[in-house]
């Protein structure tokens, strides 16, 4: 097994860069942090292109670190560890992971339950919303653009491995919209306004897309023009709204018949 000891290193120092997105996309490659989401990783046939672990990490992964390519482990110092994790005390394992490609995302069937995310920007509920599509039997996931990065570290630890059980695409939502609509999937936008539909009105389906909006504005007006029905989730108390990856459970469970 390699060892790395300084932080100084020139592959470190590279792999370090992944934390920003520019060099994630540049390279293909993102970082995953934690014994959980290293092994759902290899469980789920993910391309890991190397797993760092410290003493103690090799210590209490011992069995499973034995069962792994060796030449993609390096052993690597807690100084080493600590400069490229961003926790406050890091877990002692990370791998560097290559993203799916985009050829394979085009190929992608749409049908089934799909959620949609418009500008969903904070990295908690984007990861839980992916978390609890993966737990509500979702095909799948479409990134609009100005959505929060999948493959940031914040993203990574909410989602808790369930990029690697659904597929994720990104791209502009408007041409996702007319796909599903053309094959007649039910596009189901999702806006705080009692002109809209309320959600316990709507039977549960097989084919449908449903779509979540930005934390403070919403699904956008242009999107919301080409949907199909428009819902909202009826506030008995006294709150003024839900948390957006509150209600996108809420309204997956509902929706999903499968």
């Known amino acids: 097994?390699?060892?790395?000891?300084s932080s100084?290193?020139?592959?470190?120092?590279?792999?370090?860069?992944?934390?920003?997105?520019?060099?994630?996309?540049?390279?293909?490659?993102?970082?995953l942090e934690g014994f959980h989401l290293v092994e759902e990783a290899i469980n789920y046939s993910a391309t890991v292109e190397a797993i760092l672990v410290t003493k103690r990490g090799l210590a209490e992964w011992q069995e499973w670190i034995e069962q792994q390519e060796t030449e993609k482990l390096t052993l690597v110092s807690d100084e080493v560890m600590k400069s490229l994790s961003d926790l406050p005390t890091p877990q002692g394992i990370m791998a560097v992971v290559?993203?799916?490609?985009?050829?394979?995302?085009?190929?992608?069937?749409?049908?089934?339950?799909?959620?949609?995310?418009?500008?969903?920007?904070?990295?908690?509920?984007?990861?839980?919303?992916?978390?609890?599509?993966?737990?509500?039997?979702?095909?799948?996931?479409?990134?609009?653009?100005?959505?929060?990065?999948?493959?940031s570290t914040k993203v990574l630890r909410a989602m808790q491995g369930s990029h690697f059980h659904l597929p994720i695409i990104r791209g502009e939502?408007?041409?996702?919209?007319?796909?599903?609509?053309?094959?007649?999937?039910?596009?189901?936008?999702?806006?705080?306004n009692e002109a809209a539909v309320p959600y316990s009105t709507v039977s549960a389906q097989e084919n449908f897309l449903l779509i979540m909006g930005n934390e403070g504005n919403g699904v956008s007006e242009e999107v919301l023009a080409h949907t199909t029905e428009n819902l909202y989730i009826p506030i008995k108390g006294k709150a003024e709204s839900l948390n957006v990856a509150i209600a996108a459970g809420v309204l997956m469970f509902a929706l999903n018949a499968e």
């Open 8 to 31: 100084k290193n020139e592959w470190i120092k590279a792999i370090k860069k992944l934390h920003r997105k520019k060099q994630r996309e540049e390279m293909g490659q993102y970082l």
């Open 1 to 5: 097994m390699k060892e790395i000891t």
């Open 98 to 151: 290559n993203m799916p490609s985009v050829e394979a995302e085009e190929q992608l069937d749409l049908t089934g339950s799909w959620l949609a995310l418009d500008q969903v920007q904070d990295p908690g509920n984007v990861g839980t919303m992916i978390r609890t599509a993966d737990a509500a039997g979702f095909s799948g996931v479409i990134m609009g653009e100005g959505a929060a990065d999948i493959y």
């Open 173 to 192: 939502l408007l041409p996702f919209i007319q796909k599903f609509k053309a094959q007649g999937s039910a596009v189901y936008g999702t806006e705080l």
